[in-house]
């Protein structure tokens, strides 16, 4: 059965930093992507960033100078530290993980940044 736990979210004020992980479990085909979405309300679920088993990454422009992902191919989990959170990093953060041809989701945690 495949799980991903997310774990790290929470209320911060802004200018605060949080860390996220998601750890992955079950998955039988070799782990290619790992990423992080996020979804405010009344809005579509964006990409903040990605990064590829090779270490290569990927960031919305949003984020960019703020936001690290990192990765620990041993642990299948992925990591995004916040820095410099904004009321408007305010969201759902979800994990997603590719093992081609499949994709799965975290349950998403919830961030909240005060101003």
């Known amino acids: 059965q495949v799980q991903l736990v997310e774990s790290g979210g929470g209320l911060v004020r802004a200018g605060g930093s949080l860390r996220l992980s998601c750890a992955a479990s079950?998955?039988?085909?070799?782990?290619?992507?790992m990423g992080w979405y996020r979804q405010a309300p009344g809005k579509q679920r964006e990409l903040v960033a990605s990064?590829?088993?090779?270490?290569?990454?990927n960031y919305a422009d949003s984020v960019k100078g703020r936001f690290t992902i990192s990765r620990d191919n041993a642990k299948n989990t992925v990591y995004l530290q916040m820095n410099s959170l904004k009321p408007e990093d305010t969201a759902v953060y979800y994990c997603?993980?590719?093992?081609?041809?499949?994709?799965?989701w975290g349950q998403g945690t919830q961030v909240t940044v005060s101003s």
């Open positions: 990064i590829t088993s090779g270490g290569s990454t």
């Open positions: 997603q993980v590719v093992a081609v041809p499949y994709h799965y």
């Open positions: 079950g998955i039988i085909f070799s782990i290619n992507v």
